[in-house]
């Protein structure tokens, strides 16, 4: 899933004590804070600046909220919803969807499992200049980590998620590879974790690159490794998380000398069904009702199925018939206004979202001859757990690990709903039990 990083934190209140609530926005990066005492509002960025931004106006009707700072240009309406707030913010051009959770206190960014230096494993650059198959030049660096001691090590090549990454693969302050490289060294094995093309030292093209293309990277790096003296050769093999998970079996397929695979929140069904299943699934835990989720679906699936020459007058006839008849409020719920269809016809129109959509791991799962293991967790709303681990296990003739990693997203942190709404609240930044049993699993191979 392309990822883009942006947190909003904001405590409003109803009564005359101090009272906070926090959400957050992908559309920008920075970290906000509304917080009433008494009958005031004081707005705070706590990422940039320990000072209030104060609040110009604010009214409350029923359990209707709004907001202003004129000084920044910002305005939120917020509804209440059991104990949280939702609704949309603006500031300048931007507007976007938002919620805001119960909190205690205003929030402090902590990311405890991340580790500092001095680090519990030694570390070099290894970097692979190639050309790819389509002529471009691609120079790309990451980082192999091995625990401190004799060699040579079981390794695995860490493949990051769509959107492009560094080789921590960094989102909303978690650093995932870099938490699992870490646990991994301390039980013995080593890591290679990169930035993604058009990434920190990393350099490439993107305009036309895709998931194949990206694949070609991921085997080059995987290559790059081969004679390394703190890589055992025989126990060398490559993982990814979400794209990646697509990516490590791509190249397990055709490349014999990986030794095993790790498919962490990997897609087993087609690209269209993983987005299919990710619609219906967000808009649920967002407290849509099935009715309405259904009108998205159908929306959205006939929007996916348009030829890519397709006009934005064709989006926005697509749109207002599923639309018709709904009323403004039930529109948005499911973010399908007539405008929306120039950004729609822009994003489905990629060349890495073409080529998504018609993904099928039936290409390609079952031509992997090594041991695969598969791990998605319980509550992902991205690429769904159960659906994606049977299609996974289907095509592998059984031969691959399957394992449903119970109340964790797609990040493999705990959480309440899923929703990508919670992963910056959240502190946890890689469940434990996740990466010990991916270790437990390398080390019997």
């Known amino acids: 899933m392309r990822k883009v990083s942006f947190f909003l934190l904001m405590c409003v209140g109803l009564t005359a004590h101090a009272q906070w609530w926090t959400g957050w926005s992908q559309q920008t990066s920075l970290a906000l804070c509304i917080h009433q005492t008494d009958n005031s509002f004081e707005l705070y960025s706590p990422l940039q600046t320990s000072d209030p931004i104060p609040v110009s106006k604010w009214s409350l009707h029923n359990d209707t909220l709004r907001l202003e700072c004129a000084s920044i240009g910002f305005k939120a309406t ?22 805001f959770h119960p909190a205690d206190t205003l929030y ?3 990311r ?31 980082t192999l980590s091995y625990p401190k001691g004799a060699g040579p090590y079981p390794t695995l090549v860490l493949v990051s998620g769509s959107g492009q990454q560094n080789r921590d693969e960094e989102l909303f302050f978690h650093k995932p590879f870099l938490v699992l490289a870490d646990y991994l060294a301390s039980r013995g094995i080593a890591v290679l974790r990169y930035d993604d093309r058009g990434v920190g030292a990393s350099t490439g093209p993107l305009d036309s690159a895709d998931t194949y293309l990206f694949a070609e990277d991921a085997e080059a790096m995987f290559n790059a490794l081969k004679n390394n003296p703190h890589v055992d050769p025989a126990r060398l093999g490559i993982g990814g998380h979400s794209e990646g998970g697509a990516i490590a079996p791509m190249v ?7 030794k095993f695979v ?29 009715s309405l989720v259904a009108v998205r679906t159908r929306c959205m699936r006939e929007l996916f199925d348009l030829p890519k020459e397709s006009s934005v007058k064709d989006y926005q006839a697509v749109i207002l018939r599923h639309t018709s008849g709904l009323s403004k409020e039930q529109i948005d719920s499911i973010d399908l206004k007539k405008g929306t269809a120039y950004a729609l016809k822009q994003q489905l129109g990629t060349r890495w979202m073409q080529t998504f959509l018609h993904l099928d791991p039936a290409e390609y799962l079952p031509k992997v001859k090594c041991k695969i293991l598969a791990l998605n967790g319980w509550k992902d709303c991205q690429v769904l757990c159960e659906p994606n681990l049977n299609r996974i296990e289907d095509l592998t003739g059984g031969r691959a690990v399957c394992n449903q990693q119970r109340w964790l997203n797609h990040l493999f942190q705990h959480c309440e709903t899923g929703s990508p ?22 080390l019997v191979l």
Request: contains cysteine; hydrophobic residues 35%.
């Open 252 to 258: 397990a397929a055709r490349n014999k000398d990986v």
């Open 421 to 442: 709404d919670e992963y910056m609240l959240i502190e946890e930044t890689f469940d434990f039990y996740t990466m010990e049993t991916i270790a437990d699993w390398i």
């Open 78 to 99: 917020l509804t209440k919803r059991d104990s949280s707030w939702t609704g949309t913010w603006r500031q300048g051009l931007l507007k976007e969807s938002i919620t």
């Open 262 to 290: 790790v498919m962490l929140a990997g897609q087993g069904c087609t690209g269209l069904e993983v987005l299919m299943q990710q619609n219906e699934a967000l808009y649920h835990v967002k407290g849509v009702s099935d």
């Open 108 to 110: 402090q960014l902590r």
């Open 112 to 142: 405890p499992q991340t580790p500092q230096p001095p680090y519990r494993f030694d570390e070099e650059t290894i970097t692979a200049d190639y050309t790819d198959s389509q002529g471009n030049a691609v120079h790309l660096e990451g």
